[in-house]
């Protein structure tokens, strides 16, 4: 990223239990502030740069998740937030899911453990967008 550029954040959740989702969105809350930096959540992955991702993917869900990685701009960061977003976890092998956010697109952060505290992606974002 471009030096005193702030990412805007997607959120996708691929198919979680939502326990790593309220964290994300805890992380995103007053108690934290991220907008007084300027990080925003937004609605359409044309305006975003981080697309945060919870859950194993489905596949269902794949060819939505490889679609909305497509359309963000460049340059784009991918953070991959609970064990099961890293590596399918509890659901690795069932029929309908193809394992963590890396087996559809590239992730650049991986946040392991589930569910994570919102101060584990706090620290997260800065170093999504250093690479």
């Not at 969105?25 to 934290?32: E, K």
């Not at 953070?79 to 193809?98: D, H, M, P």
């Not at 505290?117 to 997260?124: C, D, I, K, N, V």
Request: glycine residues 8%.
């Amino acid at each position: 990223m471009v030096a005193g550029v702030v990412p805007w954040l997607l959120h996708f959740n691929s198919g979680s239990c939502n326990g790593c989702d309220i964290e994300v969105i805890a992380a995103l809350m007053p108690r934290f502030d991220p907008e007084r930096f300027g990080v925003l959540l937004k609605g359409t992955p044309r305006h975003a740069d981080v697309l945060v991702c919870t859950g194993p993917v489905t596949r269902q869900q794949a060819p939505r998740l490889k679609r909305i990685y497509e359309q963000m701009a460049e340059p784009k960061f991918v953070i991959a937030v609970g064990s099961c977003a890293c590596s399918g976890e509890v659901y690795r092998g069932c029929y309908n899911v193809l394992n963590g956010i890396d087996a559809v697109i590239p992730v650049d952060v991986y946040i392991p453990a589930a569910p994570r505290g919102p101060m584990r992606l706090s620290t997260a974002l800065p170093s999504s967008w250093r690479r």
